[in-house]
């Protein structure tokens, strides 16, 4: 129950900052559920959770998206995230890269460790470093954008920095460039989970759908208020310490801790 608490609570304020903020509900939640669940187990949750407030949040601004860009963007990212998906499914039985002994414990560090550390703390630079939150690309680039957040978001579950970095220019309003990048995410996290959904059934399931449900209704009453009372605001400090708790989950997965 605890960590059903904890999840929810940070599903609740995460989906509120996504209105006002640089980073989304995957950027945090996944290494909250990090802490209680496998890695793999970790990020397959983190999806459905928010492929689910994705659905909500289509529902709220759905109608406003731009379909040809949504085609070019959206379609290069279905692909991506499925082999994004299989190959973290496939990497999460990697071999230990190196082990060792402290405090009385002995820990082990898989390569799929190593690697999800690695993109856990290059993700969380995106948000410390400046040059990262100018980050745009050529519309040109569009298709190839696609491709490129579609995979990682299959991988590590991360979409919307890169997403929003090859969309930022493509010439869409402020809601159509909102609507299109929930569309798109909600592509990306449907593959993702049709993916992951093998990888789920293997475990007991029953345990899960409770913390599914409850996370994912604590997202979209987060998205409530903060589509209603938070979305003009920015808070660039709090988007900093984030990214710090990102860089230490980062270092304690690649160390074996978690």
Request: with cysteine.
């Amino acid at each position: 129950m605890i960590e059903i608490v904890i999840i929810c609570i940070t599903a609740f304020l995460t989906a509120i900052l996504t209105f006002f903020s640089g980073f989304g509900l995957g950027t945090i939640l996944s290494p909250v559920m990090m802490l209680f669940f496998p890695v793999e187990i970790a990020v397959a949750l983190t999806g459905v959770v928010h492929f689910l407030n994705n659905l909500f949040k289509l529902w709220l601004v759905g109608k406003k998206a731009d379909i040809p860009t949504v085609l070019r963007f959206g379609l290069p990212a279905i692909v991506a995230a499925f082999f994004g998906a299989w190959l973290l499914l496939r990497m999460s039985t990697s071999p230990i890269a190196f082990s060792y002994p402290l405090w009385n414990h002995h820990f082990e560090v898989s390569y799929f460790k190593i690697i999800m550390a690695t993109l856990l703390f290059f993700f969380a630079l995106m948000d410390l470093l400046p040059y990262f939150g100018k980050l745009e690309f050529s519309p040109k680039m569009i298709t190839l954008g696609g491709l490129i957040t579609g995979f990682f978001g299959g991988f590590s579950g991360h979409q919307g920095a890169l997403r929003s970095a090859f969309l930022i220019r493509s010439g869409l309003q402020k809601e159509a460039f909102i609507a299109t990048g929930v569309l798109v995410s909600s592509m990306i996290d449907l593959t993702r989970v049709g993916v992951y959904t093998k990888r789920l059934m293997d475990v007991k399931l029953e345990e899960y759908w409770v913390l599914i449900v409850a996370a994912s209704l604590s997202a979209m009453l987060g998205a409530v208020l903060g589509n209603r009372l938070l979305k003009k605001v920015t808070m660039k400090s709090l988007q900093y310490l984030v990214a710090v708790f990102l860089i230490l989950i980062a270092i304690a997965l690649g160390l074996g801790w978690i």
